[in-house]
């Protein structure tokens, strides 16, 4: 059964954990899908993992949408989340709206996310109220990266935990329908998600939130730029790649590879006549 956002909601009623892992793409969509996973989350995190950008500030609504509707393709039942880029919804509500509105059309997001606290709640309060559902993003968010001078955790001193309770209550507050905590010391993620009737989904906020998400190129091992603290790696897909690639490179080179069973048959005859 398709997964929406009742599914979130009931899980935080009821005290189940939530799943959420980035995909960019239909195959591994297909994957995350048939494991069972309760959402994807088309990421902007698409920058670094799959353009190979050092951050994320380059993605735009057209990258977005084109590797969101691959996504949506693959998801049967999982519920899709497609991230608004930089600059799509900052720059005034109208903006959010339109460029929501076109993740949603064009990219057939089940939902999209944005970053942001308070400075962003009215943008969430419009989109939400165009009846689209809207995930929120606080803690560190990566659009910001340049203010933040890093990736640092968030929410360490009395004023800098007093601000994320105050974002978490306002995006709440605005129609949210959950929210990423990226980067939060885990006692304080814990207390947000005491406070918030809306579901948490962490990532490095620690096992108290109601869900957690993970960028799928980092638990699978396959992307080694930069591994943060939080990271488990679930398999070490990235060596087995690299051996596959080596074997396939030395056997095509070798002419071992590919052998009579990889091959199509064609009558003598014919072949015979071309000659
Ligand atoms: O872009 C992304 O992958 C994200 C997750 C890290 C939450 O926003």
Known sequence: ???????????KQNGEKLTMLTAYDYSTAKLIDAAGVDSILVGDSLGNVILGYEDTI??????????GAAVARGAKEALVVIDMPFMSYQTSVYDAVVNAGRLMKEGRAGAVKLEGGVEVAPQIKAITAAGIPVVAHIGLTPQSINCFGGFKVQGKTEDAAKKLLEDAYAVQEAGAFAVVLECVPAKLAKLVTEKL??????IGAGADCDGQVLVYADMLGMFSDFTPKFVKRFAETGNIMLEAFKKYNEEVKAGTYPKAEHTYAIDDDVIEKLY
Do not use: C, L, W
Request: hydrophobic share 45%; glycine share 4%; proline share 4%.
């Open 58 to 67: 380059s993605v735009t609504m057209e990258d977005m949408i084109h590797h």
């Open 1 to 11: 059964m398709k997964k929406t956002v009742v599914t979130f909601a009931n899980a």
């Open 197 to 202: 009737d809306i579901p948490t989904i962490g």
